[in-house]
């Protein structure tokens, strides 16, 4: 089984910031109710002030201001769609699995259109709350694990923050090039894993120069 990370990966740049982005644009009021709240927490967090899935909550509250939901995510995707990387459309199978700290009512319209089953972060829109953990670097690994999926023969990320999983793969890949080249993953000497290990326990993504 082949198992993608999605935003950076098979899209580019990232799902859950293009879509707020949309909703900004068609319900105005977003730029003056979330946008400068959301614009401080990343400040927050860029401080260390801020720890990663608290910054990622405060963020996905926007999803609980569109009354027009459904409809707005079909439509975004309408559009976006032809973001999803050529490389990975040309090699998918529907046995593979996408799983992505983008929240599920994102991603699983995507996953549908394509075909193949995902795992993403469960967020209630309503009570604007996780509802599982964070899909996000160890707990990748650990939802794998826990739930006793088949071995990966193939991993795909654009961030060494998911060395946990690619570590479970046979065979790991890092995308570069705004998602559009497929690269082995790189062998880590001791001083790089011990700074990739810090900066996941601090919830920061990590990319090659």
């Known amino acids: 089984m082949n198992v993608y990370d999605f935003d ?3 899209y580019y740049p990232d799902c ?18 979330f946008v400068p709240k959301a614009l ?5 967090y860029k401080t260390g002030k801020l720890p ?4 990622e909550r405060h963020f ?11 409809e707005q995510i079909e439509q975004f995707w309408d559009k976006h769609e032809k973001r999803i990387s050529a490389w990975y459309l040309a090699q998918k199978k529907p046995d593979e699995l996408i799983i992505s700290a983008s929240p599920d009512c994102i991603i699983a319209p995507i996953a549908k259109r394509l075909g193949v089953n995902y795992m993403a972060t469960e967020y ?3 009570f604007g709350v996780f509802t599982n953990n964070l899909m996000y670097a160890k707990e990748k690994a650990r939802y794998m694990i826990d739930h006793g ?20 793969a046979e065979k790991a890949h890092l995308i570069t090039n705004r998602a559009q080249k497929v690269n082995d993953w790189p062998e880590l000497d001791k001083k790089t894993l011990e700074e990739v290990r810090r900066k996941i326990d601090s919830g920061t993504k990590i990319h090659l120069d």
């Open 52 to 55: 990663r899935y608290q910054l």
């Open 149 to 168: 999926f088949p071995v990966i023969d193939n991993f795909y990320s654009d961030s060494l923050s998911d060395t946990p999983i690619a570590l479970c």
């Open 124 to 126: 209630d829109r309503e």
């Open 16 to 33: 859950t910031v293009s879509f707020a982005l949309w909703c900004a644009n068609r319900h105005p009021k977003l730029w003056f109710t």
């Open 60 to 70: 996905f509250s926007f999803l609980g201001m569109i009354d027009d939901f459904d």
């Open 8 to 10: 950076g990966t098979i």
């Open 40 to 44: 401080k927490n990343l400040m927050l």
